[in-house]
């Protein structure tokens, strides 16, 4: 059984989504759960609207990871500003910010999205391994 200890930097979207991942039933063969800091992480959520001061913050989050790390961005806002597209305000795509290993769309994107991140995520540990 895959276990992803997860810390998540949720930047105002998707927050309720990511806290009742460890409740669903994945039916799958990981386990996950959320951590309380960074260091304790072996995977990263990252979702909601990237500001500059956010975007200080999730290079601050990413850096008190483990060396063995991986990157979830989660919904529209993170992989592509989403609403805030258009807005005076600059902002900025996750992947701009750190590597990404798996890109979870939606607007809110829903449990078995991200949960079929989870499990590509899972399957390119095992062949990384392999």
């Given at each position: ?78 992989l592509s500003g ?13 992947e701009d910010i750190?590597?990404i290993d798996v ?28």
């Amino acid at each position: 059984m895959t276990f992803f200890p997860v810390y998540s930097c949720c930047f105002g979207c998707c927050f309720h989504e990511v806290e009742l991942l460890p409740l669903h039933d994945t039916g799958r063969d990981f386990k996950i759960e959320l951590v309380s800091h960074p260091s304790l992480a072996s995977v990263l959520l990252v979702s909601g609207f990237l500001s500059h001061k956010n975007k200080k913050v999730l290079r601050s989050v990413h850096a008190q990871m483990p060396s063995q790390k991986s990157v979830i961005a989660l919904g529209a806002c993170s992989l592509s500003g989403g609403l805030f597209q258009t807005s005076a305000v600059p902002f900025y795509r996750a992947e701009d910010i750190v590597p990404i290993d798996v890109f979870v769309v939606g607007c809110p994107p829903s449990a078995d999205r991200i949960l079929a991140g989870f499990l590509f995520l899972a399957k390119k540990k095992k062949e990384k391994a392999s």
